[in-house]
């Protein structure tokens, strides 16, 4: 078949690791230092409006997220926001940066089946240093016939990632927990789109599933990737 999927591409963050909670741990700890200024509710969503402003600065990763606190912080104390708590914001992110990897049930089976039968490409945005950082970590980096760690995910950048590593994203398949990012550009680009729920999502990156694309699937956890490989054939 000449649309048969011959490469695979997987996430990284909350799909083959846990990640996210990192980031709502930090919050919470970032709502602690500044509860006499800011309830929780108000001050996550200055939070979230200020990633969203500086995604075309920053990127996407804990670099950003903590200058998105710390302009959060000084915007919210009217510009008086202690020394001590960007201080603390600032270790705070280096403990990010410092976390251990705990890989998701499933997530090293997977990848491992898939590599038997199927190129395998990890392809991940954020910050350059923290994902070569957790992908040598999981032990997974041995697997992938290619790594790609990009700006962001577009129909144009996932085209050409499977045209370097594949034969092209009509013959590819995007695996990850994002419906925004790893699901829906993919599809437009021509290929297949799986979601793996993770549980926990970050606001910037829910998008509506794209129900009416015969190359859409789900699935509940990584364990169902053979069966599906071998259903699509």
């Known amino acids: 078949m000449t649309d048969k999927v011959t490469t695979i591409g997987f996430d990284a963050d909350d799909t083959l690791w846990h990640n996210e909670r990192l980031f709502r741990i930090t919050q919470d700890r970032f709502a602690a230092l500044l509860a006499d200024h800011a309830g929780p509710d108000h001050l996550a969503e200055r ?98 016939d290619g790594v790609e760690i990009v700006s962001d995910k577009t129909p144009a950048i996932y085209a050409a990632i499977f045209e370097r590593h594949g034969d092209g994203a009509e013959r590819a398949m995007m695996v990850g927990n994002s419906m925004r990012s790893d699901v829906v550009p993919m599809i437009r680009a021509g290929g297949w789109g799986v979601y793996v729920p993770h549980g926990m999502i970050w606001e910037i990156e829910r998008a509506d599933p794209p129900h009416g694309s015969p190359r859409y699937r789900n699935l509940t956890d990584l364990s169902g990737l053979a069966a599906l490989l071998s259903e699509i054939g």
């Open 47 to 144: 939070l979230l409006a200020a990633e969203r402003r500086n995604l075309g600065h920053y990127g996407f990763g804990i670099k950003g997220f903590v200058l998105s606190m710390i302009e959060t912080a000084i915007e919210v104390t009217d510009q008086k926001v202690p020394a001590r708590v960007i201080a603390d914001l600032m270790e705070a992110g280096r403990e990010m940066l410092a976390s251990p990897i705990e890989l998701l049930p499933h997530a090293k089976a997977a990848v491992e089946a898939a590599a038997g039968t199927h190129r395998v490409v990890l392809i991940t945005k954020g910050d350059l240093l923290d994902q070569e950082r957790k992908l040598a970590q999981s032990g997974l980096g041995d697997m992938f």
